[in-house]
């Protein structure tokens, strides 16, 4: 079953200085973090905040290339988890036919944002992330508000993140 999400924040782990995006439900009951790099987070946040840059950056670009086309993004699927590894799919739609592409989730989230499509995460997934398990600490991260998710992210040691490192 795919539970519908939004991006709740950006955060830094506090040991890589890696980003990472936090997927809430809608409800903001379950949520989903997702270690990110540095460009897609910078496209990530630059939507969040509404700045308009003076020249397009990729995630805009390929957003205002599939509207020249008249490709519609349907919606964003973050399906799959392996060996900490997210998976997503972009679904399109051209001429009444569905495709759907093969993408990092990050990316997915930027041309989700630009484009105003629904971001969904199969449930199997969230069961998988929800409860992280950093070293010796064990994690519920639907219990933290956003600011309370950041102090406690930053309040970790470098023990603490164990394989969630990048």
Not at 111 to 117: E, F, H, P, Q, W
Not at 127 to 149: C, H, M, P, W
Request: proline content about 4%; aromatic content about 6%.
């Amino acid at each position: 079953m795919l539970i519908e999400v939004k991006v709740f924040g950006l955060a830094m782990d506090p040991i890589t200085n890696t980003p990472i995006v936090i997927l809430k439900d809608l409800e903001g009951k379950k949520a989903v973090p997702i270690w990110i790099g540095l460009f897609e987070a910078s496209a990530i946040a630059t939507q969040m905040e509404g700045i308009n840059l003076a020249r397009p950056m990729t995630h805009d670009l390929m957003n205002e290339i599939l509207k020249v086309l008249e490709v519609k993004v349907v919606k964003i699927v973050i399906n799959d988890l392996k060996d900490n590894t997210f998976f997503a799919g972009i679904h399109i739609m051209k001429d009444s036919k569905s495709i759907a592409v093969d993408a990092r989730p990050s990316d997915a989230i930027a041309i989700a944002l630009r484009s105003g499509a629904p971001i969904f995460v199969d449930e199997k997934i969230i069961e998988k992330s929800t409860n992280i398990d950093f070293g010796r600490k064990a994690v519920d991260l639907n219990k933290y508000s956003r600011e309370q998710l950041k102090e406690f992210l930053e309040s970790l040691s470098s023990e603490d993140f164990g394989k969630y490192k990048m």
